[in-house]
């Protein structure tokens, strides 16, 4: 402290007014050095493979000579073009559906007198954090047009042949779909709700509106943004989705744009017009998301009502048990029934006998715990790679959230800007950039599972940066400049100041990462080598090996561990840290 | 029926374990030049091997019957379809990177690709002498690769829904029209299986045969096993080009199917296995090629229901001796030259 | 030698001048305020300081070393000085104790000398009984203390001030003032303090350094920054005065209604013949019923009351001189009750009275 080195005498002030380069260093704060690196992991993991991407999008297999063939190739099939407008159509589709599920429960969980509120909450959770390709193979047995329970019991109770509702088909495959993404547009309309006072609805009701006009004219209105921003995310989540399209696609007769990339995978590669075919993928986010920008330029609606007066759940009266039953239908629907028809098939020696004592066995986990090669690798491979990834994502995040919010570098947005830009990419563009940059040598990152990390934490880096910047921002800067003035380096500061303040937060974001990289698909398939294989392409694998039993009882496994993991997360970070809007 | 049933499956449950003991017991019968190979794979104490002939839990039992064989030798079993491991493969030698040590495939084309670029290594294992013939003539002339399994592909149909008179006794009587909307089959875009088929169909029939089939509305999986499935769900009654072994170990489960072997002929895919001339584990390599062409490899796929190439080794339960079987089979010339053609012909006949 | 040199300091923000050409020097265990209306710098000058902010031009010594000049800042954890927040700023992870105990930590003192200075610091505050408590059990007032103990128990060479009473109630801040002046006087640390309160910088400072717009108008004792202000700003940003424009020449100084001899004034005034201001401030006339004797150099005008507020400690009249169109206000203890309207005559105090530019 007292050795004042770095203190330039009295007579240099002519020299510091002109400082060299050297004596910069001397006053250069170590911590600096550290945002160079950021700026490199950044770049490493956002821009190089999107870049690169770009790039081999124009080069001829084999020599790297420039070259159109590419897109020539990839859209020049009446199939490849009608898989692009299969996959615009299914998003909308789902889009769509997911709004009719998720903005009356929104309601009547945050405007309503509705009971079992905690429920309906419980079943919106459970269909967030199924993933969406186990819950396309509860459906298959579900709805399997001839065999499909729903399907059976529909026959039994009114006599016709034909089917309820037929899984394979397009309407199958987006109800599928939808039926785990509506929580997007649950969460963010709920959180739109939650914000207008119950004057906003008085106001209305004082001029002679019902309930039902007002809903519909004042309170839903105002929660517009909220239901356009959910409908452009689960649409941008839907067309960049692999899982379901392959398993309820295929048998549909419906390629949509993933599954046609992955064909452009087959051998031989062809990584070049897999990357001229995603162009349009990565097209269609950005111009979604610049289409919300616009309209949310407007601004207006929840915010500017937000705060001020008291908040009056409505009374629905005798109305109340039906909008009950809605959301107990959509829980059934998304949750319980798929859930219950894979926990009767993991238990279940051959599940088309269904549900009989002689039936019952506990083979199939044991087959998977003890005697199957990949099962366990597996689960140690999802559980490692990403702790791994969320790890990376948040340290990252963490620093460039610091960086941006205490203005640290002089283009801090720039930061800000490359930890948010793989929110707009696509996972699986992503994971075909990963794939172009760093598979082959010198880099040679195929089959690692650095790869894997790499492609995960730059894929959820968009979280835990939301999550992050929140927690970041809470914290007073003259908490931090209180105790560099004493004596504290910038980054003792942020070891025993700021982290201390922010580490709730970061945990929770931490666990968020952790759960939606535990159960990636998308990315991961294009990424995974013989020994790197994570329980969600494991249960891929297992979709098409003929053993539904065994593939159920996996799903069984993944649900497990999923469910400790968000246990352990409303523990540490507080009962609604995965549905909080950030 | 149901003791028959019972016993296959006990039998299954016990595949792993029974493996294990025919590897112990012929431990000591190790043959000199399997000496030699073990001493010098010891060095290396394991491989890894990519395969597409096996479901997951036989491959798995092959790998621990090997490593019981020879112990201090581990294998990396990394089993999916045939396409999907040789789109590994092809992944990794873009790469550059060196993984696999031996590559099973059910498409012959995969290992004529292979030997056309040089990646494998020429090694013919002395046990191929013992192989029956037709796996011996289906092997490389060269020595480059063996064929170390014998796909048989037929139908099947849902007993409790088909009776055996109404049953479609030839691919041909697929087409009929009271199976429109019964049939279940596998994607050549997913299954070297089902890729050779085609091209057995086509010669027979021609292209048209799918055409007509295609108006039956069959409906589509990946792999050729995903028929059974639905055939075990009631989603379909009747499986088309399904693999006898899966078809065998679902009998056994209990499931109400029986098998078809159609009278225009039961495809017979050779799949072949090689070792890669680049892999990291030579020796480990070589020795495992003896494994798969000794006597001891088929006692311990036996219980899996698959045929066996040695003459040591009797037929799997259920299935019918291979010299009763009308065969068929894709010529591997063909397949290697039209294989990505009939799967385009097919994506564009059937829509995936 | 000055403990603190600001020479010729400024910060710009592209072409807008935040603070522009400070000069400002502290002697050893001085007390100076920055005071100024919001947006004129001090903040910035402040944090300048602190080594937060890197100037643009000019430099800051401290003990004739030179802390900053552009491109060459000294971080602030590397300037032995302490620091007290707007908001306080009191970690609500750590106790009082650790709290306090933080800095000397940092000087990886003994733990046991941590430990006693600490506590005694604490009781100086008075808030050794709360040595235990986490910050979110503590009142405002209490917070405020421990932020006080935090920066003097590390015995820093300059302690900063930003205005620290800001977020506090009305009599608080009162009594806080006069602690923050009797920690000073206890320990006498060089102080800068930044506030916008002209009576908190009148209780506490030795000097005051008037800010505005980035500059600093003049830096003086609290009293003459009252009765001289030499700026226009100045003598109107503190307290509430009479600006009067006049006119200089031949030693008389010529204004709306009456004169004054330029060599009666407080000050000395350059003779030339010129237009000039002057500051009267309200105390510095008197309002009387009848016309009082007239003594030398006092001017007396006879004038009408035109308003008039009640202020509890004093009546603030503005009254309207018969010669002439200047209105003027006018301080009256509370006993001296004028009604609007009434004649009353005016007496100025050419000493009190200050030419401002």
């Known amino acids: 402290?007292?050795?004042?080195?770095?203190?330039?005498?009295?007579?240099?002030?002519?020299?510091?007014?002109?400082?060299?380069?050297?004596?910069?260093?001397?006053?250069?704060?170590?911590?600096?050095?550290?945002?160079?690196?950021?700026?490199?992991?950044?770049?490493?993991?956002?821009?190089?493979?999107?870049?690169?991407?770009?790039?081999?999008?124009?080069?001829?297999?084999?020599?790297?000579?420039?070259?159109?063939?590419?897109?020539?190739?990839?859209?020049?099939?009446?199939?490849?073009?009608?898989?692009?407008?299969?996959?615009?159509?299914?998003?909308?589709?789902?889009?769509?559906?997911?709004?009719?599920?998720?903005?009356?429960?929104?309601?009547?969980?945050?405007?309503?007198?509705?009971?079992?509120?905690?429920?309906?909450?419980?079943?919106?959770?459970?269909?967030?954090?199924?993933?969406?390709?186990?819950?396309?193979?509860?459906?298959?047995?579900?709805?399997?047009?001839?065999?499909?329970?729903?399907?059976?019991?529909?026959?039994?109770?009114?006599?016709?042949?034909?089917?309820?509702?037929?899984?394979?088909?397009?309407?199958?495959?987006?109800?599928?779909?939808?039926?785990?993404?509506?929580?997007?547009?649950?969460?963010?309309?709920?959180?739109?709700?939650?914000?207008?006072?119950?004057?906003?609805?008085?106001?209305?009701?004082?001029?002679?509106?019902?309930?039902?006009?007002?809903?519909?004219?004042?309170?839903?209105?105002?929660?517009?943004?909220?239901?356009?921003?959910?409908?452009?995310?689960?649409?941008?989540?839907?067309?960049?989705?692999?899982?379901?399209?392959?398993?309820?696609?295929?048998?549909?007769?419906?390629?949509?744009?993933?599954?046609?990339?992955?064909?452009?995978?087959?051998?031989?590669?062809?990584?070049?017009?897999?990357?001229?075919?995603?162009?349009?993928?990565?097209?269609?986010?950005?111009?979604?998301?610049?289409?919300?920008?616009?309209?949310?330029?407007?601004?207006?609606?929840?915010?500017?009502?937000?705060?001020?007066?008291?908040?009056?759940?409505?009374?629905?009266?005798?109305?109340?048990?039906?909008?009950?039953?809605?959301?107990?239908?959509?829980?059934?629907?998304?949750?319980?029934?798929?859930?219950?028809?894979?926990?009767?098939?993991?238990?279940?020696?051959?599940?088309?006998?269904?549900?009989?004592?002689?039936?019952?066995?506990?083979?199939?986990?044991?087959?998977?715990?003890?005697?199957?090669?990949?099962?366990?690798?597996?689960i140690w491979n999802t559980l490692w790679f990403s702790a791994a990834s969320a790890t990376a994502a948040v340290v990252i995040a963490v620093l460039v959230a610091y960086i941006v919010a205490r203005r640290l570098v002089p283009f801090g947005s720039v930061l800000a800007f490359l930890a948010m830009a793989p929110f707009v990419i696509p996972g699986i563009v992503m994971a075909i950039g990963f794939y172009a940059a760093y598979a082959a040598p010198p880099i040679a990152l195929y089959g690692t599972a650095l790869i894997i990390i790499l492609a995960f934490t730059a894929r959820f880096l968009p979280i835990a940066f939301a999550n992050s910047a929140a927690a970041v921002r809470a914290v007073h800067p003259e908490m931090e400049e209180a105790a560099r003035i004493l004596g504290g380096g910038r980054l003792l500061t942020v070891r025993r100041i700021t982290a201390p303040l922010i580490i709730r937060s970061l945990i929770g974001g931490w666990l968020i990462v952790f759960i939606v990289a535990s159960r990636e698909l998308s990315a991961a398939v294009f990424l995974v080598g013989p020994r790197t294989r994570t329980m969600s392409v494991l249960l891929y694998d297992l979709s098409e090996a003929g053993n539904f039993e065994v593939l159920a009882a996996f799903g069984g496994l993944l649900l497990l561990i999923t469910l400790v993991l968000v246990a352990i997360g409303m523990k540490l970070a507080g009962r609604d840290f995965m549905l909080r809007r950030s | 029926m149901l003791d028959f049933n019972r016993r296959l499956f006990l039998g299954l449950a016990a595949g792993g374990a029974a493996a294990a003991r025919f590897g112990a017991a012929r431990a000591a019968e190790l043959r000199p030049h399997e000496k030699e190979l073990y001493e010098a794979a010891k060095k290396e104490g394991q491989l890894t091997w990519y395969t597409g002939q096996y479901q997951a839990e036989p491959s798995e039992a092959i790998g621990r019957g090997f490593t019981t064989r020879f112990p201090g030798v581990e294998v990396n079993v990394v089993r999916s379809t045939s396409q999907v491991a040789f789109q590994r493969l092809s992944q990794d030698m873009r790469a550059g990177v060196a993984q696999c040590d031996v590559f099973s495939s059910t498409d012959h084309s995969h290992l004529a690709f292979l030997k056309q670029n040089e990646r494998l290594m020429p090694y013919k294992p002395q046990n191929a002498a013992g192989l029956i013939k037709a796996a011996q003539q289906a092997a490389d002339p060269d020595g480059y690769f063996q064929v170390t399994y014998l796909g048989l592909f037929l139908m099947g149909r849902r007993s409790d829904q088909v009776s055996e008179a109404d049953a479609p006794k030839s691919w041909k009587e697929l087409l009929d029209p009271k199976w429109r909307g019964k049939v279940a089959v596998g994607h050549p875009g997913y299954s070297g299986a089902i890729t050779s088929w085609c091209l057995a169909m086509r010669k027979l029939y021609g292209w048209d045969y799918f055409k007509a089939l295609e108006k039956n509305q069959p409906?589509?999986?990946?792999?050729?096993?995903?028929?059974?499935?639905?055939?075990?769900?009631?989603?379909?009654?009747?499986?088309?080009?399904?693999?006898?072994?899966?078809?065998?170990?679902?009998?056994?489960?209990?499931?109400?199917?029986?098998?078809?072997?159609?009278?225009?002929?039961?495809?017979?895919?050779?799949?072949?296995?090689?070792?890669?001339?680049?892999?990291?584990?030579?020796?480990?390599?070589?020795?495992?090629?003896?494994?798969?062409?000794?006597?001891?490899?088929?006692?311990?796929?036996?219980?899996?229901?698959?045929?066996?190439?040695?003459?040591?080794?009797?037929?799997?339960?259920?299935?019918?001796?291979?010299?009763?079987?009308?065969?068929?089979?894709?010529?591997?010339?063909?397949?290697?030259?039209?294989?990505?053609?009939?799967?385009?012909?097919?994506?564009?006949?059937?829509?995936? | 030698m000055p403990r603190l040199t600001l020479k010729g300091l400024s910060k710009a923000y592209g072409t807008l001048r935040v603070v522009d050409n400070v000069d400002l020097s502290l002697q050893e265990g001085e007390f100076v305020c920055l005071l100024g209306p919001s947006g004129c710098g001090k903040t910035t000058t402040l944090r300048m300081i602190a080594g937060f902010i890197e100037p643009t031009s000019g430099s800051i010594t401290m003990d004739g070393e030179v802390l900053s000049a552009p491109g060459a800042v000294l971080p602030p954890e590397r300037r032995r000085m302490s620091m007290i927040f707007q908001s306080y700023a009191i970690w609500p992870n750590m106790t009082v104790a650790e709290n306090v105990g933080f800095g000397l930590k940092l000087q990886k003192l003994p733990s046991a000398e941590v430990r006693a200075r600490t506590r005694q610091i604490l009781e100086v505050v008075q808030m050794g009984h709360l040595a235990d408590r986490y910050p979110a059990e503590l009142s405002g007032g209490q917070q405020q203390r421990v932020a006080l103990a935090r920066a003097i128990v590390v015995k820093p060479s300059v302690l900063l001030l930003d205005e620290p009473l800001s977020n506090l109630d009305a009599n608080l801040r009162e009594e806080m003032r006069f602690e923050i002046r009797r920690l000073h006087d206890e320990f006498r640390i060089t102080t800068v303090y930044v506030t916008h309160d002209q009576s908190e910088a009148m209780a506490t400072a030795d000097r005051i350094a008037v800010m505005n717009a980035g500059r600093i108008e003049q830096v003086d004792a609290p009293h003459l920054i009252y009765t001289q202000p030499r700026t226009r700003f100045v003598a109107a940003f503190i307290g509430r005065t009479n600006l009067l424009e006049g006119r200089l020449a031949d030693g008389e100084i010529g204004l709306d209604g009456f004169s004054l001899r330029a060599a009666q004034l407080g000050q000395k005034v350059p003779d030339a013949a010129r237009p000039i201001l002057l500051s009267v401030r309200p105390q510095a006339m008197s309002l009387s019923r009848s016309q009082p004797q007239t003594r030398e150099g006092r001017p007396v005008l006879a004038a009408i009351v035109a308003q008039r507020t009640y202020l509890g400690e004093s009546w603030d009249y503005v009254v309207r001189p018969q010669e002439g169109g200047l209105q003027l206000r006018v301080t009256a203890p509370p006993l001296q009750v004028h009604e609007v309207g009434e004649k009353v005559w005016l007496e100025l105090d050419p000493q009190q009275i200050a030419v401002v530019s």
């Open chain 1, 1 to 378: 402290m007292t050795e004042s080195a770095a203190i330039l005498s009295k007579s240099d002030t002519e020299a510091a007014r002109r400082p060299g380069l050297l004596r910069r260093l001397r006053y250069l704060e170590p911590s600096n050095l550290l945002w160079v690196l950021l700026i490199g992991a950044l770049l490493f993991l956002v821009a190089i493979p999107i870049g690169k991407l770009l790039v081999v999008s124009f080069e001829k297999q084999g020599s790297g000579a420039f070259t159109l063939a590419n897109y020539a190739t990839a859209y020049g099939r009446a199939r490849y073009l009608e898989a692009l407008g299969n996959s615009l159509m299914l998003g909308a589709l789902s889009a769509l559906l997911s709004v009719v599920f998720a903005v009356p429960l929104a309601w009547a969980v945050s405007r309503t007198d509705m009971p079992g509120k905690g429920l309906t909450w419980a079943m919106v959770m459970g269909a967030f954090i199924m993933p969406p390709y186990l819950g396309a193979v509860g459906w298959i047995l579900l709805a399997g047009p001839n065999s499909g329970f729903v399907n059976q019991a529909w026959t039994w109770l009114t006599g016709l042949q034909a089917p309820l509702v037929n899984v394979y088909s397009f309407f199958g495959l987006a109800l599928v779909i939808s039926l785990h993404s509506f929580p997007l547009i649950f969460i963010f309309v709920k959180s739109a709700l939650d914000l207008i006072s119950s004057e906003m609805e008085d106001a209305a009701n004082i001029l002679g509106a019902g309930t039902w006009t007002t809903t519909r004219k004042v309170t839903l209105p105002l929660v517009w943004p909220a239901v356009l921003g959910g409908i452009i995310v689960v649409f941008l989540e839907t067309v960049a989705l692999f899982g379901t399209p392959a398993i309820i696609g295929i048998p549909a007769r419906i390629n949509v744009v993933t599954t046609q990339l992955w064909q452009f995978f087959e051998y031989p590669v062809r990584v070049e017009v897999a990357a001229a075919y995603a162009m349009p993928l990565l097209l269609i986010t950005i111009g979604m998301i610049a289409v919300q920008k616009l309209l949310l330029a407007r601004k207006g609606f929840v915010s500017q009502t937000g705060k001020g007066g008291e908040r009056r759940p409505i009374r629905l009266g005798r109305w109340r048990w039906a909008v009950w039953g809605y959301c107990g239908f959509v829980g059934l629907l998304a949750v319980l029934m798929p859930l219950a028809v894979l926990l009767q098939a993991s238990f279940a020696k051959a599940w088309g006998r269904g549900l009989a004592w002689d039936n019952l066995t506990l083979g199939n986990y044991g087959y998977l715990l003890f005697r199957h090669e990949m099962a366990l690798p597996s």
């Open chain 2, 219 to 352: 409906q589509i999986g990946r792999s050729s096993a995903d028929p059974v499935t639905m055939l075990n769900a009631g989603e379909r009654q009747i499986g088309a080009a399904i693999p006898s072994a899966t078809t065998l170990l679902s009998i056994s489960r209990g499931n109400p199917i029986t098998m078809i072997y159609p009278t225009d002929g039961t495809l017979m895919v050779p799949a072949p296995s090689g070792a890669l001339k680049n892999g990291p584990h030579p020796n480990a390599a070589k020795l495992f090629m003896e494994y798969m062409t000794s006597p001891a490899y088929y006692e311990a796929t036996r219980p899996f229901f698959s045929e066996s190439l040695r003459p040591e080794v009797p037929p799997p339960p259920g299935s019918r001796p291979l010299d009763e079987v009308t065969m068929i089979t894709a010529d591997p010339d063909e397949l290697e030259r039209d294989g990505q053609e009939v799967k385009e012909l097919w994506r564009d006949t059937f829509g995936v």
